[in-house]
């Protein structure tokens, strides 16, 4: 998350490590304010429930992602250099000690989240996909990407590497990164 001087954005910054670290259900307002040094009540003030506060962070998750990805996000050029931001994005946010994704984070709980927070969670991995699947089949058009099969599913299948790459960061260490990354390039057919 953003690094800010604000209550409201302190708050939003050690609830989103809580998250990551806890899981949805792992934290309370208390395990927020203590830290901070502020009561409860203030951050009720910003956030009224749990499920506005876990929704503030799903949206914060969302325009983080596009603020630090909008270079290659929206390149639309060649594949390799958008795939490529993705995995140096993917290692920053575990070399900033967040290998756990918010997504990631969620599903912990997934069941027990409110509707909105669900629809919320759902629309940044919509775009998600959307994107990856735009970058494979682009990539395969401009003969950048050689493999066989639909790339929608193959979006889906590198997002669940990707996230499972994170989690294993936690076990492994860094060096594991690397390893699924060059798996993932060489199933796309990338030559090195």
Not at 37 to 47: E, K, P
Not at 111 to 123: I, S, W
Not at 155 to 176: C, N
Request: net charge negative; with cysteine; hydrophobic share 40%.
């Amino acid at each position: 998350m953003k690094q800010t001087t604000g209550t409201r954005d302190r708050i939003i910054d050690l609830a989103h490590q809580l998250l990551t670290q806890r899981g949805p259900n792992g934290f309370s307002y208390k395990d927020i304010a203590q830290p901070l040094g502020i009561r409860n009540a203030a951050v009720h003030y910003h956030f009224p429930s749990k499920a506005d506060l876990l929704l503030a962070l799903v949206e914060e998750n969302t325009e983080m992602l596009r603020t630090r990805t909008w270079e290659f996000m929206a390149y639309g050029g060649d594949a390799r250099p958008q795939l490529e931001g993705l995995f140096d994005f993917t290692r920053k946010r575990c070399e900033d000690g967040q290998p756990v994704c918010m997504v990631g984070a969620l599903a912990v709980d997934y069941g027990e989240l409110p509707d909105a927070v669900k629809q919320a969670n759902q629309r940044f991995m919509h775009d998600s996909h959307r994107w990856i699947t735009r970058v494979l089949e682009t990539g395969r058009a401009q003969e950048e990407f050689f493999f066989e099969g639909d790339a929608e599913i193959r979006a889906t299948t590198l997002l669940a590497m990707v996230q499972g790459a994170r989690q294993l960061v936690r076990i492994e260490g860094m060096e594991i990164l690397d390893k699924i990354f060059a798996q993932l390039r060489q199933d796309l057919g990338i030559k090195a």
